[in-house]
């Protein structure tokens, strides 16, 4: 727990059980946009499932930028409730990274009130690293 700002550090491990990208453009010249559909879940300080839509352009073959909104439904600090995450990040060779806070006013249950910030990284293919800063108004 940090000191002083009243946030606390929360570190957890997303598992990926779904991925199901689609194309919504395919231009003749330029990038192609792409859906994709992921239900994942979350082990750690933050434990439970998570349903995302993210919004993904990929410039060249090793670079992507995406954009989503997750729904996590479980159990951060001994709190359950369902808030949404908004995430924003690129794919850089064989690593996804990115950031993401929490919607002000998404959480539910005892999670109300919820805000946070924090981020992830993966390789591809493997479990990615997440964090998130979080506090309740």
């Known amino acids: 727990m940090s000191e002083g700002a009243g946030r606390i550090h ?12 689609s194309a919504y453009e395919e231009p003749t010249e330029g990038p192609v946009l792409t859906r994709i559909h992921v239900e ?11 349903v995302v839509e993210f919004l993904q ?4 073959e090793d670079s992507a930028s995406f954009v989503g909104i997750e729904r996590v439904t479980g159990e951060i600090g001994g709190r359950r409730g369902t808030f949404l995450l908004q995430d924003a ?5 064989n690593v996804v990274s990115g950031d993401w806070f929490v919607i002000p006013g998404s959480g539910s249950g005892q999670l109300a009130g919820l805000r946070g910030e924090g981020g992830f ?9 997440v964090h998130l800063d979080y506090w309740f108004e």
């Open 10 to 21: 929360a570190t957890a491990v997303i598992t990926v059980h779904k991925y199901e990208p």
């Open 40 to 50: 994942e879940s979350f082990s750690g300080d933050i434990s439970g499932e998570g």
């Open 57 to 60: 352009t990929a410039p060249s």
């Open 89 to 93: 990040g690129t794919v850089q060779g």
């Open 121 to 129: 990284r993966a390789n591809l293919g493997e479990g990615a690293q």
